[in-house]
């Protein structure tokens, strides 16, 4: 009977391992890996801890935890369980973390988690160790197995491989995507400046080349602006704030700088929020950044005499907030492609660098939230994104 369950388990890690090697998304494979080895282990929870290539700080990147928002990108100490399975690539199994000095309680504290038993692998390619995988507490209340261990080595070692083409491909994929954008801007500054330096120019044509060449120049420096903070985004190199954030202020601070380009456009600003709103924790600039570029859009895109309103709701666990408009709304086979790089709405109006959305997404679900559209053409568009409490 040993026999069959472990050839059926093997049989199990065969398929995980192949699912895993065939996606180079980064965060919907580490989300894959921890529910992969919770359900191969029977444990409650599992995270993904991976490296700062930057500062070299251990950091949570994924977990199973229903409240694994509080604990993203959450640094652990070198001298905690997964630090020492970090710094001398050792598995370790703890049945009661509790008596071990090395137990790091603020995850129990953040998560409301209570941690009896743990074991964790480290991650490694080539002998570097890039983070580690964790498990905590069997579902059945008994202690973890030498089977579970073996599991959980395998696919730590093919989960590590597996992020780092993930990581390889995303860096590779974003800089080619960049470049490739970049090509229009440098090409129209090319060509006027060309064409300025030409005899026979009057200096009204020239005023307009240079205003042209200026034009394009900073709209390469705002690319690269949104280029660079992507790309922190996707790495984790940017670590968010958690403090309490005001969204009457943040929304208030919103409409106040954008209200002179909606008015020039014949466009009205309004907004729709409740007496009281519940407090949330989060980086109050990342997501005054999020909304931002929501209403900015909207007014992009909206024609004179449309409205724009930004809506707060307070409902069970989160708050959602949104920005619906009247505009000429999004064609529906676009809608699933919107939150990814580089994707323009309508072609007349395409001189932002498709980075906006993209970014938001990052920001909304580095916050524990999500972010979706509801648009049906020439009816307008509504974009919501959640933010847990």
């Not at 409740?274 to 949330?280: C, F, G, H, I, Q």
Request: net charge negative; proline share 4%; hydrophobic share 45%.
């Amino acid at each position: 009977m040993e026999a069959e369950e472990r050839v059926i388990r093997l049989q199990r890690i065969i398929e995980v391992s192949r699912l895993l090697n065939s996606t180079l998304s980064l965060r919907p494979l580490l989300s894959e890996i921890v529910r992969a080895v919770c359900d191969l282990t029977g444990a409650e929870t599992g995270s993904v801890l991976l490296v700062d290539r930057r500062t070299g700080e251990l950091r949570f990147e994924a977990t199973t935890h229903p409240d694994g928002h509080a604990i993203y990108q959450m640094a652990v100490p070198m001298d905690s369980i997964a630090g020492w399975v970090f710094q001398h690539n050792e598995p370790v199994v703890v049945a009661d973390a509790r008596k071990d000095p090395r137990f790091y309680a603020q995850v129990d504290r953040e998560t409301g988690l209570e941690t009896r038993s743990l074991m964790a692998v480290p991650m490694a390619v080539r002998g570097k160790v890039i983070g580690v995988l964790e498990v905590i507490n069997r579902r059945n209340g008994g202690s973890f197995t030498p089977d579970d261990m073996e599991t959980l080595r395998i696919l730590a070692d093919q989960a590590a491989i597996a992020v780092e083409n993930a990581v390889l491909f995303e860096q590779s994929d974003l800089v080619a995507e960049i470049v490739h954008e970049m090509r229009t801007p440098l090409g129209v500054i090319a060509s006027y400046a060309d064409l300025i330096t030409r005899e026979g120019i009057a200096p009204q044509e020239r005023n307009e080349f240079a205003r042209l060449i200026q034009q394009e120049a900073l709209r390469l420096s705002r690319m690269a602006g949104e280029f660079l903070d992507l790309a922190r985004l996707e790495s984790g190199r940017v670590f968010l704030a958690r403090e309490p954030v005001n969204l009457k202020q943040i929304v208030a601070s919103v409409l106040e700088a954008l209200r002179p380009q909606a008015e020039a456009k014949g466009i009205g600003l309004e907004v729709s929020l409740p007496a009281t709103l519940p407090t949330v924790t989060g980086d109050a600039g990342r997501i005054r950044q999020a909304l931002l570029n929501l209403v900015a859009n909207a007014v992009k895109y909206c024609r004179p005499g449309d409205r724009v309103t930004v809506s707060v709701d307070a409902g069970e666990g989160e708050v959602r907030v949104g920005v619906v408009d009247t505009g000429p709304g999004i064609p529906r086979d676009l809608q699933e492609r919107l939150f990814e790089k580089f994707v323009r709405i309508g072609e007349g109006q395409a001189e932002g660098s498709g980075l906006g959305l993209a970014i938001c997404r990052r920001i909304v679900e580095a916050h524990g939230g999500r972010i979706w559209v509801e648009s049906e053409e020439s009816r307008g568009a509504a974009f919501y994104f959640t933010l847990p409490l």
